[in-house]
């Protein structure tokens, strides 16, 4: 296999933390989000003008909104809900007039609030660890006042800006911290006041309104799909893949999304985090980590390396060793069926760029980058190099890669 090694120390300009500075790109957070650059890059050595573009994880919509803005099409697929709401609102076109009238409301809006107990709580578990208990008050008054003027978010009509940036208000004055991997909490809560909270409230949704005046030459549509099958859009035809898939990390998108889902209420309660996360491909939250024990393989010509290290994993002496080996394998069984189904819809000579990291478990790597060119290789894929873009975490040997492969029908 062909491993070209590019820089790889710790490139800051590779991850979500280079987009927040990016207009629209910061709106919103998702920890595992790819760089802005790394999608620029790519589109710029992989498309020519009038190419459509693939990314079948859209997560926040990273690439339909790069290619939106370099003049390109895209299709994004997305099985989360939430994400795939955010994603269209992201990549849509609005008018300064529509922005400018949805200015004024939002002022009018936020001049009425009353400020009570009572009003609905999102059904978080342990809720205070997120928020001091006073300023839940604080943001549940708000979201009253804005479900009175603006509906619940819903759709991609202009208004829903406005809980863009209620989602982007509730991150800021909780406790999560984002310093790791995936998300953790900071060790207190803040009581905020109410002028606090308005105030920070309307510069987040200046900021918005000022990116969201920016217009995109390209058009990106987000469409929910699980990715694993994909049948209901055999009919589309794709120049290019550029993608994230999730990595066998443990990185669960509905935890780290879970803040935002309940209280924009596209999550109801803990078993339909589980449910979901069990539909998505490396999922483990809840439910989608106990189902593991029951799971069966559906493919069992699977790369040798998936079999051995799945086997290493098994054997150590933890009592979760043989569910994280399941876990493993389950994640490649689902990834194999992603890249066989998508074959169809990929027309001749397509160019596929997966970004994927490697995982270690009890200290066995599991080398993902190979094992999913390998199963590419199987399926009839061209493997024409595996790039290493960058360094991690501070965890020796963990590394992000981009497999740049072919299509040839
Ligand atoms: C690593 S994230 C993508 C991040 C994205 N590149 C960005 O910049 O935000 C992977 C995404 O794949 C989605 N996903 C997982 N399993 C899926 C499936 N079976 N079908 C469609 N999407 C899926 C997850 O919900 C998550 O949003």
């Given at each position: 296999?062909?491993t070209?090694?590019?820089d ?9 933390k ?7 790109h ?6 595992p ?17 009038g190419?459509?573009i ?9 690439t339909?909104?790069v290619?939106?803005?370099m003049?390109?099409?895209?299709v994004?697929y ?25 200015q004024?409301?939002?002022?009018q809006c936020l ?8 009003f609905?709580l999102?059904?978080?578990h ?29 759709g991609?009509?202009y208004?829903?800006?406005v ?13 999560a911290?984002?310093n790791?991997?995936?998300m ?15 105030s ?6 200046s900021?918005i309104?000022?990116s969201?005046?920016t217009q ?12 694993k ?12 893949v ?10 669960s998108?509905?935890?780290e999304?879970?803040?935002y889902?309940?209280w924009?209420k596209f ?16 999922g483990t ?14 493919n069992?010509?699977l ?6 290290v799945c086997?290493?994993?098994?054997r150590?002496e933890?009592?979760n060793?043989?569910?994280m080996?399941?876990y ?6 689902n ?11 990929l ?9 994927v ?5 009890y ?7 190979d094992?999913?060119?390998?199963c590419?290789?199987?399926?009839g894929?061209?493997?024409?190099a595996?790039n ?5 975490n501070?965890?020796?040997?963990l590394?992000?890669y981009?497999?740049?492969a072919?299509?040839n029908?």
């Amino acid at each position: 296999m062909q491993t070209e090694l590019f820089d790889t120390a710790k490139r800051a300009d590779y991850t979500f933390k280079y987009n927040t500075k990016l207009g629209r790109h910061g709106w919103l957070r998702l920890t595992p989000a790819y760089s802005v650059k790394l999608v620029e890059e790519i589109i710029k050595t992989d498309c020519k003008k009038g190419d459509v573009i693939l990314d079948p994880f859209s997560g926040t919509a990273t690439t339909g909104l790069v290619a939106s803005e370099m003049g390109f099409s895209s299709v994004l697929y997305e099985i989360n809900p939430f994400l795939i709401w955010l994603g269209n609102i992201k990549c849509r076109n609005y008018y300064v007039m529509e922005l400018e009238s949805l200015q004024k409301q939002f002022n009018q809006c936020l001049e009425n609030i009353v400020v009570s107990g009572g009003f609905w709580l999102p059904p978080i578990h342990n809720i205070e660890r997120w928020w001091h208990s006073d300023t839940l008050i604080i943001l549940a008054s708000i979201r009253n006042r804005l479900v009175e003027t603006f509906g619940e978010p819903e759709g991609t009509h202009y208004h829903n800006l406005v809980w863009v940036a209620f989602s982007r208000l509730i991150i800021e004055t909780s406790s999560a911290a984002f310093n790791h991997i995936s998300m953790s909490f900071k060790e207190d809560t803040v009581q905020y006041g109410f002028t606090q909270i308005k105030s920070l409230l309307q510069t987040i949704f200046s900021n918005i309104l000022l990116s969201a005046r920016t217009q995109l030459s390209g058009n990106a549509k987000v469409i929910y799909t699980d990715s694993k099958i994909m049948e209901i859009n055999k009919k589309e035809c794709f120049d290019t893949v550029i993608t994230s898939p999730p990595y066998p990390n443990r990185i669960s998108y509905i935890r780290e999304l879970r803040p935002y889902m309940y209280w924009v209420k596209f999550l109801k309660n803990g078993s339909d985090a589980g449910a979901l996360d069990w539909e998505t491909i490396g999922g483990t939250w809840g439910v989608a980590t106990s189902n593991l024990k029951s799971w069966m393989p559906t493919n069992i010509n699977l790369p040798a390396q998936l079999y051995e290290v799945c086997d290493k994993i098994s054997r150590c002496e933890d009592k979760n060793a043989e569910t994280m080996s399941k876990y493993v394998h389950k994640y490649f069984d689902n990834i194999y069926f992603h890249l066989l189904n998508m074959s169809v819809l990929l027309k001749c000579k397509a160019k596929v760029n997966y970004i994927v990291g490697n995982s270690s478990f009890y200290g066995h790597f599991v080398e993902t980058q190979d094992i999913i060119a390998e199963c590419m290789k199987q399926i009839g894929y061209t493997i024409i190099a595996i790039n290493t873009i960058r360094r991690r975490n501070t965890k020796k040997g963990l590394l992000e890669y981009n497999i740049r492969a072919c299509f040839n029908h």
